[in-house]
C-alpha cells in the first residue's frame, strides 16, 4: 500500500519527493503513515491537491503550528495518510535515515528492541503530547541508542550468555524484550539525573545544564535532566524539564510494575 501510494504522489503531485521516516527507516507496518520529503513548498501542494482534478489525494490538514510545518494528504485508493515535509527544512532527515538503519543492521536484537520503544512512545502519546516537546519515535529511537552502547553492558552480556551461539528469531525477539525492559527502567532513574545524552561526546555524556537558576530549596524547573542531541545536526532534539522528565520517569514506572 504504501509503496503504491508513494508512486501516485510522485505522478500527481511531486515527482522529486523522497521517502523518509519510518518507512525509510524500516519500522513501517500496514498502520503506519507515509511520509514525505518534499522537492516543493507546501503551498505548491496544497495548490495542486486543492484545484488538480484526479490527483487521487484528499486534503486531512494543514499544520503550521510546528517545529516542521506539514501537509496531512490521504491517498483515496488505498487509504494511506500522507505526512508531507519540505525537505529545505529539514535537511538532516537522510542522516537521521542512515544513522538508524546502520544500527538496525549492527544487532539482530536492534529492531525488537526499537519497535518495543516506539510502541510504548505511541501507547503513551496522550500523556507525552509531541507539542509540549515530549519525544518522538526518532528520539526515542536515540534514547535506546545511548541506552544501549552506554548503559546495557550487563544486559547484553547476560543475552550472549543465555543465547550462546543462537540468533533465532526467537531468542532475537528476546534480546530485544530484555534491552526494552533495560531501557524504561534507565528512563524511570533518568528523572532524577541531569542528564543530556550525546552520542558524539566520549562516553556520551555532557554537563547538564540550566537555563536559569531555581530558588534555593525549591525544584529547579530550568534543570535539563532528560536532553538527547541529535548526533546528525548536532542541535538539541529534545530537552525536558524536571516536571516533564517526572512524567516520562512515572510512565515508564507503571510498565515495569505490570511486566
Not at 488538480?52 to 510546528?66: M, Q
Amino acid at each position: 500500500r504504501h509503496t503504491t501510494a508513494f508512486k501516485a504522489y510522485k505522478k500527481h503531485i511531486d515527482a522529486k519527493a523522497l521517502v523518509h521516516g519510518s518507512c525509510a527507516q524500516g519500522f513501517a507496518d500496514e498502520a503506519s503513515d507515509l511520509d514525505v520529503l518534499s522537492r516543493q513548498r507546501l503551498e505548491k501542494v496544497l495548490f495542486k491537491i486543492n484545484t488538480k482534478n484526479n490527483t487521487g489525494f484528499t486534503l486531512v490538514a494543514y499544520i503550521l503550528a510546528a517545529k516542521v510545518p506539514h501537509v496531512i494528504v490521504r491517498h483515496t485508493a488505498t487509504n494511506v495518510t500522507v505526512d508531507v515535509v519540505e525537505g529545505r527544512l529539514d535537511p538532516f532527515a537522510p542522516a537521521k535515515i542512515a544513522l538508524v538503519r546502520t544500527w538496525l543492521q549492527g544487532s539482530p536484537l536492534n529492531m525488537p528492541f526499537a519497535q518495543l520503544m516506539r510502541g510504548w512512545l505511541r501507547t503513551n502519546r496522550g500523556e507525552l503530547p509531541l507539542q509540549e516537546g515530549y519525544p518522538n519515535s526518532f528520539v526515542g529511537v536515540l534514547s535506546g541508542m545511548w541506552f544501549e552502547r552506554y548503559r546495557a553492558g550487563a544486559i547484553l552480556l547476560d543475552h550472549l550468555a543465555a543465547h550462546a551461539g543462537g540468533d533465532s528469531n526467537a531468542s532475537n525477539a528476546a534480546g530485544g524484550e530484555a534491552l526494552f525492559k533495560g531501557w524504561l527502567k534507565f528512563v524511570e532513574e533518568a528523572g532524577r539525573e541531569p542528564l543530556i545524552m550525546d552520542l558524539r561526546s566520549i562516553g556520551g555524556l555532557r554537563p547538564p545544564q540550566r537555563l536559569g537558576s531555581g530558588l534555593s530549596g525549591a525544584v529547579d524547573s530550568t534543570l535539563r535532566t532528560w536532553s538527547i542531541i541529535d548526533p546528525t545536526s548536532g542541535n538539541s532534539a529534545c530537552s525536558l524539564r524536571a516536571e516533564q522528565a517526572a512524567r516520562l520517569a512515572g510512565l515508564a514506572r507503571a510498565s515495569l510494575e505490570r511486566v
